[in-house]
């Protein structure tokens, strides 16, 4: 107990609380201009890139950079790395959408609120992982696994942006690729072709610029060459009118409608809330039956509510595919008809027109149009307020496994990115020190408005080629979004929606990774095949990708106490490198007296009675058996079941007239023999430092008076496949 107290009081060095005292001593001007222009380099990238990933966790733009504000300085100063860059990223952006989409609306002030809250947890379990020294936990999500649900997850990212490139709506259905058909469908009727034009040109400029230089900031240039050619050419056309001026009855009743059904949806969440205020309080009272009368009305209300939801959805999507044509009649008034259906005596006006409709309520007095392309639109000035988060407890505990999941996930990218960056600069990287890097980032970052941040692939390795020396650098674009969201913010209002969603589209493609696939199956098959499964199960259970982790998590735990139970054990005999090898893959003919039986893995209880199976079976097919070496120099540990089945093998054999040896027993393994007295019971004269060593202190004993000559163990003897079947 007394040896594990300085490993839990390794925080108190301070440059284990404090890392960047490590470098800090030692920094001068040319550090500082190193940095000052790496973080200048990667804020150039961070700046679009955190506002494309906010959307896509279905937060309005400028949440992204309240996420690209405090938390990369955070990680960067009390992280392992010093070129980290944190933000937000793809993935994590992805699974932030995926946990609060059940919730609430996506953009309400309640989905702010609980992405808020997600990040405080993700930060929160990431911080205590890392100070309990835990950071191998993340072994949990394996290789092949990561592989399959990355590219799986790439894949959804990408078709996720299709409406926004091509200008269409499509709500979300109960699985992605049945999303995927719905935008097909709209994309083939209704394209809004200057949108996909304007993210067509995004997406020349970025490839054209990568190709011609990594050094220039592509994503920048292409935002704002795109943000200046939609302001002038009047993008972004629109107008209010009152409900009135919608000439087709049909479109008018569909605006009632949808109105109705979002009253109904908010009204039912305010009975959810009072619902389960009225359970909190049954679960202190003890009242049993009333917390099962209301589970009951909780299940129904949940019912009601997504074919309520599901209303809603099918008459947004109606109006969204209403197009019209407007303009001023005779007297002056605006008007505004079916597409096509518009009178001669109409002074036109604009193009095709088209309903705004989002997730809140019409107001029919001032009902949004639009012919024009989709713009971020305003962003409000100055810093965001702090505080911290509203602390509900069933929110939390509704959040739990997805906040569990994008933290080691996003801990996952941080130290893969971490350590490959640490192979070209040969710093030191640890872990748990990353952790409560990620972990100090999320938490703070949610006092700041953050939703959960992790490292990001793109932006550190811009953060290296930029020449970055320390964390400073990711200080310096830190401070760079702050001055973007004092002073720039109104540059950004006319960047079309689908400018962002090529920014997406080209960052997600550098996360498929075919070679992965290839890469695992010839590792191991079965590692191959838990990251198509992952694969495969990801794209079929997204948008609820969780469900695809814990598939690949469950088939890689059952992989793994399959091969632990059913460890390789194999007979040994002499190669043609004088080296005793496994005598069936090698081709080799076996002792007819000795067995040496090599074991490798530890002998648990899973396994013990494997190992007593693979004895009693040499001693039924060898007939003339008269000594078994049991190989241990690969069991590396020993518990109470495999003492007892070992104590079990050795009674059974010799009670049989056989004896039986161990050879190259770990000293771990042999203390417990020791204190269990099979050591005794063995005999010390039976345990042998070597393979080598057994066979040949018991090798004339056994083959006295025998028949065998040039025995396998002494004389390299391989099989013969030809017609006479003897031995060579």
């Known amino acids: 107990m007394t040896q594990r107290i300085p490993a839990l009081f390794a925080m108190a060095n301070p440059s284990t609380l404090f890392p960047f005292l490590e470098w800090l001593p030692g920094y001068d001007t040319r550090h500082l201009k190193s940095d000052l222009l790496a973080g200048l380099t990667v804020a150039l990238v961070l700046i679009p890139q955190s506002m494309a990933y906010a959307q896509l966790a279905g937060l309005p733009s400028y949440y992204g950079l309240y996420a690209a504000f405090l938390p990369p300085a955070i990680a960067a100063l009390f992280g392992s790395s010093r070129q980290l860059a944190t933000g937000p990223v793809a993935v994590v952006s992805l699974m932030t959408a995926v946990a609060l989409e059940p919730l609430a609306v996506s953009g309400s002030q309640a989905y702010i609120a609980y992405a808020v809250l997600l990040a405080l947890m993700v930060g929160s379990f990431q911080f205590v992982i890392g100070l309990l020294r835990l950071g191998l936990v993340v072994n949990f999500l394996s290789h092949p696994v990561i592989n399959g649900f990355t590219n799986a997850a790439a894949i959804i990212i990408a078709t996720g942006q299709l409406p926004k490139l091509f200008g269409i709506t499509v709500d979300n259905a109960d699985r992605h690729y049945q999303t995927l058909h719905q935008i097909i469908s709209e994309i083939i009727h209704y394209t809004h072709w200057p949108t996909l034009l304007m993210g067509v040109l995004a997406f020349l400029i970025m490839a054209t610029l990568k190709k011609i230089s990594l050094k220039i900031p592509n994503v920048l240039v292409a935002v704002a060459l795109t943000t200046l050619l939609s302001w002038a050419i009047g993008f972004d056309q629109t107008t209010v009118v009152p409900i009135e001026a919608l000439e087709d009855a049909h479109t008018r009743t569909l605006v009632l409608q949808y109105n109705a059904a ?81 009178p001669d005596d109409l002074s036109p006006f604009g193009s095709t027109w088209r309903l705004q409709v989002g997730q809140s309520p019409l107001d029919p007095a001032a009902l949004p149009l639009s012919c024009g392309g989709k713009v971020v639109g305003a962003i409000p000035r100055g810093l965001p307020g702090f505080s911290l988060p509203d602390i509900d407890g069933h929110t939390m505990v509704a959040l739990l496994p997805s906040a569990v999941i994008i933290a080691l996930l996003g801990f996952m990218e941080a130290i893969s990115i971490a350590k490959a960056m640490a192979a070209k600069t040969g710093q030191r990287i640890d872990p748990n020190q990353e952790l409560l890097g990620q972990g100090l980032a999320n938490m703070v970052g949610a006092i700041g408005q953050s939703y959960p941040v992790a490292g990001s692939f793109s932006r550190s390795a811009v953060n290296l080629q930029a020449g970055a020396f320390s964390g400073m650098s990711c200080l310096f674009a830190s401070l760079a979004v702050v001055a973007t969201l004092f002073f720039l913010t109104p540059l950004l209002y006319h960047l079309p929606q689908s400018v962002l969603a090529a920014i ?30 992952t694969f495969v199960c990801t794209l079929a259970f997204a948008p609820h990708l969780d469900r695809g982790i814990l598939v690949g998590v469950g088939l890689s735990l059952g992989v793994f106490l399959y091969r632990s139970m059913r460890p390789k054990v194999v007979d040994l005999s002499l190669g043609l490198d004088m080296a005793l090898h496994d005598a069936v893959s090698h081709g080799l003919k076996e002792c007819r007296y000795i067995d040496a039986v090599r074991f490798d893995g530890p002998l648990f209880f899973a396994n013990a009675s494997y190992l007593e199976d693979q004895i009693r079976h040499r001693r039924r097919i060898k007939k003339q058996l008269k000594h078994i070496i049991i190989g241990a120099e690969g069991i590396s540990d020993i518990d109470a079941s495999g003492q007892e089945t070992l104590a079990l093998i050795v009674d059974r054999v010799r009670s049989a007239g056989i004896d039986i040896s161990l050879s190259g027993v770990h000293e771990a393994v042999m203390e417990v023999l020791k204190r269990t007295h099979l050591y005794h019971r063995i005999g010390a004269d039976h345990f042998y430092p070597s393979m080598k060593n057994a066979i040949r202190a018991i090798h004339d004993q056994t083959h006295r008076g025998g028949s065998e000559k040039n025995c396998p163990l002494t004389t390299v003897r391989v099989l013969d496949s030809g017609p006479s079947g003897k031995g060579k």
């Not at 109904?264 to 009225?278: G, K, S, Y």
């Not at 009368?293 to 099918?314: E, V």
């Not at 589209?505 to 198509?532: C, E, K, P, T, Y």
């Open 262 to 342: 979002l009253a109904e949806i908010h009204q039912m969440a305010d009975d959810r809330t009072a619902l389960n205020a009225v359970l909190e309080k049954a679960r202190k009272d003890g009242a049993a039956l009333q917390m099962i009368n209301t589970r009951r009305d909780l299940d129904i209300l949940d019912n009601n509510s997504t074919l309520k939801k599901r209303q809603a959805g099918n008459y947004r999507q109606a109006l969204n595919q209403v197009l019209m044509d407007g303009g001023q009649d005779a007297i002056g008034q605006i008007r505004f008809f079916p597409k096509g259906a518009c």
């Open 504 to 533: 997406i589209m080209m960052a997600v493609a550098g996360l498929i990774n075919l070679r992965g696939f290839i890469h695992a199956w010839r590792a191991q098959w079965f590692d191959g095949a838990i990251s198509i499964v």
